[in-house]
């Protein structure tokens, strides 16, 4: 499973000091404490600098509650709803390392439903989340199946047993999922 290839290669942040995730995203996202902070760190634009991953929660919008103005929130890769005004208990931030590039990938699928990050899976050790390195085993079936990956992705399980990647197509992160095989 490209799951547990990836988790070998993973490369995760535990002795770096925790960064103070609501000076680099804003106020209304603030370190999740169940996590190291980064919780993992990558090339994943491919610059040769680190890029961060945070896991992080997501504060309801208010009055003192805001993003910070170059945070571009991607809601449509692991939820299906705008996070609008809603918070979340769990979301992935990842700062870009050379240029800065902020993002947070919400899974937010509307009023009534749970989000993406609401499945147990994500209460699990270890969490259904690790590094693939470029070149690495699990990085080079994902690149077979999907070209235009090019650098580090994020390797994240599903409740289905179906690794996908979440990777940096030169604009923003996407994620692939690799069609199930019976």
Not at 6 to 23: E, G, K, Q
Not at 57 to 66: D, E, F, I, M, N
Not at 117 to 142: G, N
């Amino acid at each position: 499973m490209i799951l547990v290839t990836a988790l070998l290669s993973m490369s995760t942040a535990h002795a770096a000091p925790a960064a103070n995730v609501s000076s680099i995203f804003g106020s209304r996202v603030t370190a999740n404490a169940r996590f190291s902070a980064p919780y993992v760190q990558g090339d994943f634009d491919g610059d040769g600098d680190g890029d961060a991953v945070y896991l992080v929660t997501v504060l309801p919008a208010s009055p003192k509650a805001g993003f910070a103005k170059d945070v571009t929130v991607i809601g449509d890769q692991l939820g299906s709803t705008p996070l609008g005004n809603h918070g979340e208990a769990l979301a992935i931030a990842i700062q870009n390392g050379k240029n800065g590039q902020k993002f947070l990938i919400t899974g937010y699928q509307g009023d009534g439903a749970s989000d993406y990050f609401s499945s147990p899976i994500w209460s699990a050790k270890p969490l259904p989340l690790s590094l693939a390195k470029k070149d690495s085993q699990a990085f080079r079936q994902f690149q077979k199946l999907e070209k235009r990956i090019a650098h580090d992705v994020l390797v994240i399980g599903t409740e289905a047993g179906i690794d996908t990647a979440l990777y940096w197509n030169g604009s923003r992160y996407v994620l692939f999922t690799p069609n199930e095989e019976p």
